[in-house]
């Protein structure tokens, strides 16, 4: 089992910038292809990036590209999302996850492993 707990998030203004976090623990062997999802109320879950165990390939979301960096910390067992020039709509609940595979996927049902949640909001 791999336990996710994430960190950062809250609220900041439009133009603004916060950095989410995912510690990963337990049988992190398993934590491989990671990636940062997000639901917004009355929408579906999307995934805004992810990211190879290797860190050398990424993907992100039109939506996000050009404004969003995934990375992580394999030594740390850390995922982390740095959010700039953030926007309303991208006001969400933000999750990380991990799959036991290496392979890159934005597809929710290939993560095995989630995060708690966190809020992130932003204002006008």
């Known amino acids: 089992q791999v336990n996710l707990v994430q960190s950062g998030g809250g609220l900041a203004q439009a133009g603004g910038s916060l950095r989410l976090s995912c510690a990963a623990s337990?049988?992190?062997?398993?934590?491989?292809?990671g990636a940062w999802f997000r639901q917004a109320p009355g929408k579906e879950r999307e995934c805004v990036a992810a990211?190879?165990?290797?860190?050398?390939?990424?993907s992100y979301a039109d939506s996000v590209e050009g404004r969003f960096t995934i990375s992580r910390d394999n030594v740390k067992k850390m995922l982390f999302l740095q959010m700039n020039n953030l926007q309303p709509s991208d006001t969400a609940i933000y999750y990380c996850a991990y799959r036991r595979s290496v392979e890159l996927t934005t597809r929710d049902y290939d993560y095995d492993y989630w995060g708690q949640g966190t809020q992130v909001t932003v204002s006008a």
């Open positions: 337990g049988r992190t062997t398993n934590a491989n292809a």
């Open positions: 990211i190879t165990w290797s860190g050398g390939s990424t």
